[in-house]
């Protein structure tokens, strides 16, 4: 069993910045990889990151890549997400996630085994 708490979410304005917190607890964390996803309004479930057990290899949505940075603090048991230049279209509930099968980072929800209660992020214009 492996518990997720998302933090660091809120109100910014476009073009700010926000650090999203997902500490993880119940299984050994360095020996899992992570996923962050998020849900808009009215919208499916979408990847935005994911980065591998040992942190050395991250994948990011096109929408992702080059604004937000995925990393890991295997000694805090906590993943996090930097988000820069923050976009309206960025508003959603993130939810980090974990893999216990596979160490590599993945964008398929269907390969995470646990979900954190998410934490909303709203970007205004």
């Known amino acids: 069993q492996v518990q997720l708490v998302e933090s660091g979410g809120g109100l910014v304005q476009a073009g700010g910045s926000l650090r999203l917190s997902c500490a993880a607890s119940?299984?050994?964390?360095?020996?899992?990889?992570m996923g962050w996803f998020r849900q808009a309004p009215g919208k499916e479930r979408e990847f935005v990151a994911a980065?591998?057990?040992?942190?050395?290899?991250?994948y990011y949505t096109a929408s992702a890549k080059g604004r937000f940075t995925i990393s890991r603090d295997n000694a805090k048991n906590t993943v996090y997400l930097q988000m820069n230049s923050l976009k309206p279209e960025d508003t959603a509930v993130y939810y980090c996630?974990?893999?216990?099968?596979?160490?590599?980072?993945?964008?398929?929800?269907?390969?995470?085994?646990?979900w954190g209660q998410g934490t909303q992020v709203t970007v205004s214009s």
């Open positions: 996630a974990a893999d216990l099968t596979w160490g590599g980072p993945s964008a398929s929800s269907w390969q995470y085994d646990y």
């Open positions: 119940g299984r050994t964390f360095s020996s899992y990889a």
């Open positions: 980065i591998s057990n040992s942190g050395r290899s991250t």
